[in-house]
C-alpha cells in the first residue's frame, strides 16, 4: 500500500529515510506533468535552503523535471518567500522549495507553490502522490524534447528591493540576527546593509542549519542580547519563513503581539489568525471591531482563510505571518523590516491587553496517531474541559511534522492552566 507523504507543510523526513534522491526524481516528473501548459513553454522554478542534502536533492529534482520535456529555473540558495515571488515574476508553471524549514540537517523535504505562487491544494497533494504510486506510467520524453536547467538571479534582486521598500527605521538602531545558518544568511546582509547591524550563525556548512541557533532555538540569540547593546533582534529558521523578535534584555515578543502591531501598521482589516493564538488577541480584535477569522494550523489553512475572507494579513504565533498584499508565502524578513519600522512610533512594542495563562508543551511520541486515537487520551481531554469549563479552553493535537503531541491550555486562572496541563502531559507520557 502506498504510504502518504503530505504532511501539514509538503513533504519533510530524515535524509535516507523518507527523503531520498529517488524519491525527489519522483516528484520532479509527478510536478512537471501537474502543471503542465499545453502547447506553452513550461517553467519550474525552484530554490532550496543550505543543507548539504540540497545539492543532491535538487540534481534528481532537476532530472525528474527535464525528462518530461520542462524546464527548471534554478534560484539557488533562497529564503522559500522567494520561490512564489520569482513564480509570479517568471510567470513559471508552479515552484518547489528543497527545505526542512526549523528542522536539523539530516532532516530535508519540499515545498510546493501552484501557477499563482500559493500553496498547492490538497487535491494536487492527492495528484502528485498518485502519479509517483504509478511512475511507471509516465515515460520520459525523447532526446530531442527534453527540458533545460536555466538560473535566475532577477528574482532574488527584484525581492531584495521590495522588502528594502518597507524599511523606514531610524538608522541608529543596533540590529543583531540570528540567520540559523540558513538561507538568510547573505540576503540579510544585503537588505539591511546601510544598517548597524550583526550577525550571529550566519556562516553555513551545509551541517549546522538550525543547529542550537534560529527561531526554534531562540535562547541563541537572547544570550547574545544580553551580552552585547542591541536595541532589537531577528531569529529566523532555516528557510528563513519563520521569525522571532528579542528586545533589550532578552524579552522574547510574542506573536500574537507581532499580529497586533502588524495589523494596526498596515491597517489590516479583516486579518487571519490560528485557533493556538491567545484568546486576549481575538478578544482585543472584537473590541477594536477588526474581524479575526480564526482557522486551523498551517500555512495553507492561514491561505484558505485569507481567500475566503478577503483579508490581507494572516499570522500565526509560532513566528510566520503572511503579507498577501506584498507577498505569498510567510516572510520572516519582510516582517523584520517591517518590525523596524514599526519601532520608530512604539518602541517598546506595547499592546493594549493581557495575555491569558497558557501552558503549551510539545511531548515525544512513538506514534502520534496512535496516541490521539487512544481512548483513555480522549477520556482524559473530555475531563479537564469539564474542569477548566467556560474558563479557557484546551487543544491537544498531533504535529504535522514531527512525532509530537502539542498540548495548549489556555485560562484566566493560571494555577488551574498549569494543573490541567501537567494532568494532560502525564497522560501522553504513560502512553508515549
Same mark, same amino acid.
Given at each position: ?296 494550523? =498551517?500555512?495553507? #489553512?492561514? *491561505?484558505?482563510? %485569507?481567500? @475566503? ?6 499570522? !500565526?504565533?509560532? +513566528? ?79 504535529? =504535522?511534522?514531527? #512525532?509530537? *503531541?502539542?498540548? %495548549?491550555? @489556555? ?6 492552566? !498549569?494543573?490541567? +496541563? ?11
Amino acid at each position: 500500500m502506498f504510504k502518504k507523504l503530505f504532511g501539514t507543510d509538503g513533504i519533510r523526513g530524515e535524509w535516507g529515510e523518507k527523503i531520498t534522491p529517488e524519491l525527489a526524481f519522483e516528484i520532479g516528473k509527478a510536478v512537471a506533468v501537474i502543471f503542465e501548459r499545453k502547447d506553452e513553454v513550461n517553467n519550474i522554478v525552484v530554490g532550496r535552503d543550505t543543507r548539504l542534502s540540497g545539492d543532491s536533492l535538487s540534481g534528481s529534482l532537476f532530472a525528474g523535471i527535464t525528462c518530461m520535456g520542462v524546464n527548471v529555473i534554478d534560484l539557488g540558495v533562497v529564503p522559500t518567500a522567494v520561490v512564489p515571488f520569482a513564480i509570479e515574476k517568471l510567470k513559471a508553471n508552479a515552484g518547489i522549495m528543497i527545505t526542512a524549514s526549523h528542522n536539523p540537517a539530516n532532516h530535508n523535504g519540499f515545498k510546493f507553490f501552484n501557477g499563482n505562487g500559493f500553496r498547492i491544494s490538497e487535491e494536487q497533494e492527492s495528484h502528485i502522490e498518485h502519479i509517483i504510486a504509478n511512475s511507471s506510467d509516465f515515460a520520459a520524453f525523447s532526446f530531442d524534447k527534453l527540458g533545460k536547467i536555466l538560473f535566475d538571479n532577477s528574482s532574488l534582486n527584484s525581492y531584495i528591493s521590495m522588502v528594502k521598500k518597507e524599511l523606514k527605521a531610524s538608522k541608529n538602531l543596533k540590529i543583531a540576527f540570528d540567520c540559523a545558518n540558513g538561507a538568510s544568511t547573505q540576503v540579510v546582509k544585503e537588505i539591511f546593509k546601510d544598517y548597524n547591524f550583526e550577525q550571529i550563525s550566519s556562516t553555513p556548512n551545509g551541517l549546522n542549519i538550525n543547529a542550537g541557533c534560529g527561531a526554534i532555538h531562540i535562547e541563541n540569540l537572547k544570550n547574545f542580547m544580553k551580552k552585547n547593546n542591541f536595541d532589537i533582534g531577528f531569529s529566523f529558521d532555516g528557510d528563513a519563513d519563520r521569525v522571532k523578535v528579542v528586545l533589550p534584555g532578552g524579552k522574547v515578543i510574542p506573536g500574537e503581539d507581532i499580529i497586533y502591531n502588524l495589523t494596526k501598521y498596515n491597517c489590516y482589516n479583516p486579518i487571519v489568525t490560528t485557533k493556538m493564538s491567545n484568546m486576549a488577541l481575538w478578544n482585543q480584535f472584537e473590541k477594536e471591531g477588526i474581524k479575526c477569522a480564526i482557522v486551523g494550523i =498551517g500555512e495553507s #489553512e492561514v *491561505i484558505e482563510g %485569507l481567500l @475566503e475572507n478577503n483579508a490581507f494579513f494572516g499570522g !500565526e504565533n509560532n +513566528g510566520h505571518f503572511l503579507l498577501l498584499d506584498k507577498g505569498k508565502s510567510s516572510d520572516g524578513i519582510l516582517v523584520a523590516a517591517q518590525i523596524l519600522s514599526i519601532l520608530s512610533t512604539n518602541p517598546t512594542f506595547s499592546v493594549p491587553y493581557t495575555p491569558y495563562h497558557q501552558f503549551d508543551k510539545a511531548v515525544a511520541v512513538n506514534n502520534k496517531d496512535d496516541i490521539m486515537n487512544n481512548s483513555f487520551i480522549l477520556e482524559k481531554i473530555e475531563l479537564c474541559e469539564s474542569l477548566l469549563g467556560e474558563k479557557g479552553r484546551i487543544l491537544v493535537r498531533a504535529s =504535522g511534522t514531527e #512525532e509530537l *503531541i502539542r498540548i %495548549l491550555v @489556555e485560562g484566566e486562572d493560571e494555577k488551574l492552566v !498549569e494543573e490541567i +496541563g501537567a494532568i494532560l502531559e502525564n497522560s501522553v507520557l504513560k502512553l508515549a
